[in-house]
């Protein structure tokens, strides 16, 4: 039998626990909110975080308190876990966002660090090639609307020539 001191250690360790599965909560209600899955993401987000948080509250009982399991261990942890979601979870929330954002932000830095060489690579040798291909194109453009004048002009002086042969025709020799 555990004496009164050891269990009054006990429920402090299992307030403990109840706070820290509070902010575990807190991380994926904010995680939740930023992935906003459909019902079977939900459902399996939801059924991965207890899975999560059983895993955890059984060690920390385990190194705690040998894994006895009485009524003050219950009360401890919903105790824990009320008194942070009464009075720290929306400060919580703001801290976990900021954090996810810094982490979104680091991440995107890192991509941009990783990449500039690529897309350095890419304007230096595709955007002349680029220009190059739209010279070549309006150069065709340019030649093909001369072509098509010279084409009208011979056309024109050729159905002229024609049309004076056919004019004075062939002389007859009687």
Do not use: H
Request: proline share 2%; charged share 20%; glycine share 10%.
């Amino acid at each position: 039998m555990q004496s009164v001191y050891q269990q009054a250690v006990s429920l402090v360790i299992t307030i403990g626990i109840g706070f820290l599965v509070g902010i575990i909560y807190d991380i994926y209600r904010v995680t939740r909110g930023l992935w906003q899955p459909k019902k079977l993401g939900t459902f399996i987000g939801d059924l991965f975080f207890w899975v999560i948080i059983t895993i955890m509250v059984f060690t920390l009982l385990l190194l705690g308190n040998w894994g006895e399991v009485r009524v003050y261990v219950f009360l401890g942890l919903a105790l824990g876990f009320l008194m942070y979601i009464k009075y720290c979870s929306l400060k919580g929330q703001r801290i976990i966002s900021k954090i996810f954002f810094g982490i979104y932000k680091t991440i995107k830095f890192l991509w941009k660090v990783v990449t500039w060489p690529f897309a350095l690579i890419y304007k230096i040798i595709l955007v002349p090639l680029g220009l190059i291909a739209t010279g070549f194109y309006t150069l065709g453009r340019f030649i093909k609307k001369i072509m098509a004048k010279i084409k009208g002009k011979f056309k024109g002086a050729i159905e002229k020539m024609l049309a004076l042969l056919k004019r004075k025709g062939p002389k007859d020799q009687d």
